[in-house]
C-alpha cells in the first residue's frame, strides 16, 4: 500500500538529503489531484553541487521524480525558464508544499515567488510576426494533409502554437501539455472551451472550420495570418 504522497515524499528527502536547504513537492500531488497513476515531483536544493540534476527513482510505492538544484546555480536554472517563458523549478518551488526547509532554501523559493509574480518577457514585435508565421504554416498544412495521420499531427502542433501564443502575447507564463492546457484554461476559459470545441470537430468529424476560424481570430489582433512577405 502507498504512503500519502507528503509522507513518502518526507520520507525520501530525509533518506537521501537530510541535509539539503529546501525540498518542496509539486505537482497533482501536492494539490491532492493525485490518482493511482501520478508520480511526486521534488525539487531539492543542496549547497553544494554543480548545475541542475535530475534523478527518477521508486520509494514508498511511487515513482518519484528529484529535480536537484545548488545553491550556487540555481539562479542559472530559474533564467533558463524565464527566457523560455516555461519556469518549472520556480513553479514547483513556490506553489508546491514544503517538506524541509532552512533560512537560505527559504530565500530561493521567496525568488522564485518573485520571478512567477514578475511575469514573462513581452514579446517583441519580431516574436509575434514568428508566431504568426508558424501558426499560419500550419494552417496551411492541415489544408493539405493526407490521411488522418498528418492531419492528427498538424493539429497537435496548432493547438500547442496557438496556446502559447494566447498567453505570450498576454505576458503570462506557458507550460508544456496539461500543464499548458491548465495554464490557458486559468487565463482564458472561453478561448481553451472553444479550441476543445474546434479539436472534438477535428478529430471527431475530421471538420476543421472551427480550429481554422479559431486561429483567424486568435491572430487578427497582431495583424491576422503571415506567410508571403515574412522576413527574419
Not at 17 to 42: I, K, T
Not at 105 to 111: D, K, M, P, S
Not at 149 to 156: H, K, P, R, S, Y
Request: proline share 3%; net charge negative.
Amino acid at each position: 500500500m502507498k504512503m500519502e504522497p507528503i509522507q513518502a515524499a518526507r520520507k525520501v528527502v530525509s533518506e537521501q538529503y537530510p541535509d539539503c536547504l529546501l525540498a518542496v513537492l509539486g505537482g497533482s500531488a501536492s494539490r491532492g489531484e493525485h490518482n493511482e497513476h501520478s508520480d511526486l515531483d521534488v525539487i531539492i536544493v543542496e549547497r553544494e553541487g554543480e548545475g541542475l540534476r535530475r534523478r527518477t527513482i521508486e520509494a514508498a510505492g511511487w515513482i518519484v521524480e528529484l529535480f536537484i538544484l545548488s545553491s550556487s546555480g540555481y539562479r542559472e536554472d530559474f533564467d533558463a525558464g524565464i527566457v523560455a517563458a516555461n519556469p518549472t523549478l520556480q513553479r514547483i518551488m513556490a506553489e508546491g508544499v514544503v517538506l524541509c526547509s532552512l533560512p537560505e532554501g527559504e530565500a530561493i523559493r521567496g525568488e522564485a515567488q518573485a520571478d512567477l509574480d514578475y511575469g514573462p518577457l513581452p514579446l517583441t514585435m519580431s516574436d509575434i510576426d514568428a508566431a504568426r508565421y508558424m501558426i499560419t504554416e500550419y494552417m496551411m498544412d492541415l489544408k493539405q494533409a493526407r490521411g488522418d495521420g498528418e492531419a492528427w499531427f498538424t493539429v497537435q502542433k496548432i493547438s500547442t502554437l496557438l496556446c502559447e501564443f494566447v498567453l505570450r502575447v498576454n505576458r503570462q507564463w506557458t507550460g508544456e501539455g496539461k500543464t499548458l492546457f491548465r495554464l490557458v484554461s486559468g487565463f482564458d476559459p472561453h478561448f481553451s472551451e472553444r479550441l476543445v470545441q474546434a479539436l472534438e470537430a477535428m478529430y471527431r468529424t475530421r471538420q476543421s472550420h472551427q480550429l481554422m476560424k479559431l486561429c483567424e481570430q486568435v491572430l487578427l489582433p497582431y495583424g491576422g495570418q503571415l506567410l508571403v512577405g515574412y522576413e527574419e
